[in-house]
C-alpha cells in the first residue's frame, strides 16, 4: 500500500527520551560511487529543524527556510557543481530543537517528527542514475561532542550558542575516506507517519532566495588583555600571513574587531593543544559600567572605549582535542551564525602548546541588491545612509528581524517599515512577500496577530495587527498585485473586527492590552524614556483604555478602506471609512485635553507626541490643529518625544503639516550614534539594548522617497509622484530604484525657489 512506503524522511533508530529534552545534532552520510563524470545532479531536502548540506567536505547550503505547523518548505539544490568522477559523500549535519518552544529556538517551529528529507538523483555521463533519496542506505550518528546553552536565565529567544568539544569519533565525518561503519543506519518513516497535510509533511518550495556568504577576515587587534604575543604577531595571523602559538599551561586574552556589525559564521582551525579551552564572546560593543532602566541595560557612550568599557555578550565554549594536522586541523565552527562587531578569545591551555592555525568568518545574510543613491546638502546624512543601509542587511536573513543578536524574531511593527526601506532601495519583494504570508499564518481566534512570527510562543500586542495591514497596502502601492491582496483581506476583516469588537459605548477602542507580563496582551507603543516603568505602554493604560490604541484601529480602518477599493468592493471600502469616522468622534470628544492636544488616554491629563503624530496621520485632528500641538511637543520636551522606533510616522506627520524643516533636529539621533561609533542603528536612544534594530535605517526611505519625493502615486507604479520635501536641505540629487525602472531626480534650492529635473521611465505618468 502507498501510505506504507518510505516518505523519504530518516531519523536515528537510537533517538530516545534525553535526546527530546534539549537541542541534538544529528549526522548523516551517504557515499556514491560515480563511473563516469556527472552530468546532472538536483537534490530536494529539508529537515527538521535546520540542515547543513556538505558534498566532498564542501560546505553547500543551509535550511529550509523556517515554516510553522502548517506549512514546511524544502530546497532544491544543483549539487553537480560539488560532484566528480568516482566516491562522492554527501554529508548532512541536522539541528534538532524540543518541542517544547522554550528549550529551543523560538523562532524556529519544530513538529512532533523529527527528520531528515532527502529526494533526487545524481546522473552521469554513461547515462547511470544514482538515487539519493533518504532510507536505510543512509548512515547516522548523534553528535556527542556539542551541548547548546540559553543566553540568559529569564529570556533566552536563541539558544544557539554552544558547549563544543573535539570528537575524535566524528573527525573528518564530511570526508570520502572516512570511516562510517560503526555508524547506525538510518531508520525510514513510512509516509503513514508523515502527515502530508500538516508539518513536516506538507512540503512547499522555498520561496526566498539563499543567504549570500562571503569569505571576511577579522579587521585587527582591538586590545590584548594578556599575552606572551604582540599586536603585530596577532594581526598578522588574523591576515592569514602566519599561525599563532600559545604555550603549555598559559592564559590569553585578546579583543578582535571585525571593524563593523556582523551577521557570518566564525572559523577557527587549531593544531595540538589537547585540553585547552577556547572562549569565543560575541558582543555589540563595549559598554561601561552600570546599567539604566527597569531592564537593567548596560551603560553606552563611545562604541568602542575599551579604556574605560569592557566587552558584555553571549559566548561558544570549545574544549580542544588535538586532533589532526596540517593537511586537516582541527576546525570549531558554530552551528548557527553569530553576531558580532567585537571578538574576545580567552584561551587556558593545558599540560601542552596550542596553535591556532587560523581565524575568519564567513558573512552572511539575505542577498539585498542596494541600487537606490541619494546625496544631500547635509554630509551627515551619507554617514546615517551608511549605517541604515548596514543596519537593514544585518536585521534580513530568512526574514526580517528585530535584531540580529538577541532574538532574531520578525516584529510586525519592525517589520513594516523594513519592508518599506527594502522596496526604497531594492524594489525586492520577495522577502516582504513571505513575510505577509508568514504573519496571515499566525492569526488567532480572535482576529490579532501574533506580534512576532514564526514565533513558537504566544506573544500579542494588539496595535501590531495594524502594521500587518499597512504593510498589505504599501504592497499594493508598489506593486499592484490584486491577487495578494485578496489572499490577505480575510485576515485584515478579522483584525478589524477585533477591534470593533473591543469599542466602548462611546465609540473608541476599550482596555485591550497592558504592562508586558502583566496583562494577556501588551500594548507596547514605543521606548520612549518615559515609558520605561511600563515596557514602552503609555502609562495611562495601566487604568484604562489607551487613545494611540484608537488611533491605530483608525489608521487600519482607513488603509483597509482603500485596499478594498482596489479590489472593486466600494460598498465595503465605504463601510469601513464610516467605521473610522465613527471613532474620529468619540476619540474627539472622549480624549480632547483641557490644552487642546489628544491625552494618552481618555480623561487622563497625560500627553505625548505619538497621539499628536497619529492624530495627523488619521485626520482626526485637522492640519491647523494638528499642526500646533505637534510644535507643542517639538518646542517643550517635557511631552513624551517619538524615539528612533516611531521617526518614520513622526517624518510622515512632519511631512504633511509643513514641519519637515525639523526633521533635522530629530536627526541628530543618528549624527550621535555616528559620534559614539555605532556602525548600526540603535534599538533606542533611551533603551539601547540592541546595537542593530532596523526599524531606525529610516534614512532609507525618507531620503528617496521624500527629499528626492519618488513615490508610487498609484497602486503598482502605474503613475510615478516625484515631489521633493526640501526641509532644511538646499539641494538633492539620486537615482532610486522601482518597480518600474529607475527614477533620477535632483533639485536645488536657488533664489527661493526649488528647481526639479528628473527623468523617469518610457510610458509612466509623472505626477507632482
Known sequence: MEYLKDSNWVWSPSWNAEDKEGPRIVLFRKTIKLEAEPIQGTIQISADTKYKLYINDKFVEIGPSRGDKQIWFYDSISVLPWLKEGVNTIAVKVLRYPEEPDKGNHGMFRTSVPGLYVSGSIQDAQGKKYDLSADASWKCKKEEGITFVREEERFAPLMIHEKAQGNAETFGWKRESYDDRRWESARPYMKMQIHGAVSPGNLCPRTIPFMYRKKRLFEGVMDIKES????????DFL?????ITIPAKSEEIIEIDAGEEMTGYPRTSFLGGHGSMVHFLYSEAYVQEGVIGPEKIPVKTDRTDKIHGHLQGYEDIYRVHGLGDNALPEVYEPYWFRTFRFVRLHIITGEEPLTLCAMNYEETGYPLQVETMVETSDESLKKI??????????CMHESYEDCPFYEQLQYIMDARTQILYT???????RLARKCMDDLRRSQRYDGLLNCSYPNCNPNIIPGFSIYYILMVYD????FGDKKLVQEHMPAIEQILNFFEAHLTPEHYVGKIGGVNMEAPFWSFIDWADHWQDTSGMPTAGRTGALTMESLLYIYGLQYASRLA??????????MLLERAKRVQAAVRACCTGRNGMLQDGPGIEEYSQHCQ??????DTADIETGRQNLLKTIRHKEYTQCTVAMRFYLFRALEKTGLYQYTNQYWEAWRKMIA?????CVESEAYARSECHAWGALALYELPGTVLGVRPAEPGYRKIQIAPVSGYLTSAAGRVKTPVGDVWVSWKIEDGKCRVDYKAPQGIEVVG
Open 613 to 618: 503624530v497619529f492624530a495627523i496621520l488619521t
Open 228 to 235: 606572551v604575543h604582540t599586536d603585530r604577531e596577532w594581526n
Open 423 to 429: 522596496y526604497s532601495v531594492s524594489a525586492d519583494d
Open 239 to 243: 591576515q592569514g600571513r602566519s599561525s
Open 475 to 478: 504592497h499594493m502601492m508598489y
Open 565 to 574: 477599493l482596489f479590489l472593486n468592493r466600494k460598498e465595503d471600502s465605504d
Open 676 to 680: 559614539n561609533h555605532c556602525t548600526t
Open 385 to 394: 545612509w551608511e549605517i541604515s543601509e548596514r543596519t537593514l542587511r544585518r
